[in-house]
């Protein structure tokens, strides 16, 4: 009797590991090393493709080429699980989505709230009509005069369009406010970070930099965060690149130590150019 109790107390507590182990994301937060919370954002899903591009490959199984269409909701998922997978031993670490679905931008910076994520973290890839374009940046949050920059803006901004500028003009004046500073600090971390990790892993990816723009998702969101566009699908060799595993793992581990990095600095501030507020938690 005593041996059969053992034996099942045994497989009990097999049982409650197992569960913990895989099932306690995003049921149960697990106990981390870190209290701060990230919300990693794979931009797109369902009927929002984001961008379109074509790839010729050769499957193993024959020498000939067949052509693959790449969407950028598929990209950004990808890139997105494989950081959840660098962050997640340190930190409790949410998605705005887990597969192929459609999430409104709205929607996507109310869960911020939702999951009091103590950061945000959007991923994208670009797209331009000038197929030599290439390499990777990362966007804070806040005012500017790039023309180049005003296009990505269209496009990542394109489901906003039908609200009132006047607004959407106050939203972001005062999430620049409360947010650029750190959004800031956290930009040049993570993409020099990220940078430095993929030419270690040699690959010749151009540095575009870290800069500011007026992306609705990171001012909707209220919190300091990012915008990545980590390179350009409408360049073909880029294109390939980027589609492969060991890219995307190369940049989720650079995003990962720069989200790192950031935290090790000092403590999230929320605050403008002018003065910061420690953040409570
Ligand atoms: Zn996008």
Do not use: W
Not at 64 to 93: C, P
Not at 153 to 176: C, K, M, Q, R
Request: charged share 25%.
């Amino acid at each position: 009797m005593m041996m059969a109790l053992k034996k099942y107390s045994f497989l009990l507590l097999l049982l409650f590991f197992i569960f913990f182990h895989f099932y306690c994301f995003p049921i149960i937060p697990c106990a981390k090393a870190s209290a701060d919370i990230i919300l990693i954002d794979p931009g797109h899903g369902g009927h929002d493709l984001g961008a379109i591009a074509k790839l010729n490959i050769t499957a193993k199984s024959s020498p000939k080429k067949t052509t693959i269409t790449i969407l950028e909701k598929d990209l950004s998922l990808r890139l997105a699980l494989l950081l959840r997978e660098e962050l997640q031993e340190k930190f409790t670490v949410y998605l705005t989505r887990l597969d192929d679905r459609y999430v409104s931008l709205e929607d996507r910076s109310s869960l911020a709230d939702k999951v009091k994520a103590t950061l945000f973290i959007s991923l994208h890839f670009n797209s331009t009509a000038d197929h030599t374009a290439q390499g990777i940046e990362t966007y804070y949050l806040d005012n500017h005069q790039d023309k180049a920059v005003k296009k990505v803006e269209a496009i990542e901004n394109a489901e906003i369009s039908g609200t009132s500028p006047i607004v959407n003009h106050i939203l972001i004046d005062l999430a620049i406010k409360m947010t650029t500073r750190a959004s800031k600090d956290l930009a040049m971390l993570v993409h020099q970070a990220s940078v430095s990790k993929i030419h270690q892993d040699k690959y010749p990816i151009k540095d575009r930099g870290y800069k500011p723009g007026l992306l609705y998702v990171l001012a909707l969101s209220k919190r300091p965060g990012i915008l990545i566009e980590g390179g350009f699908m409408s360049n073909s060799k880029e294109l390939e690149r980027i589609h492969s595993d060991s890219y995307l793992k190369s940049y989720a581990k650079g995003i990962a130590v720069g989200v790192k990095k950031f935290f090790e600095k000092k403590p999230p501030v929320l605050g403008g150019r002018g003065g910061a507020e420690k953040k409570k938690h």
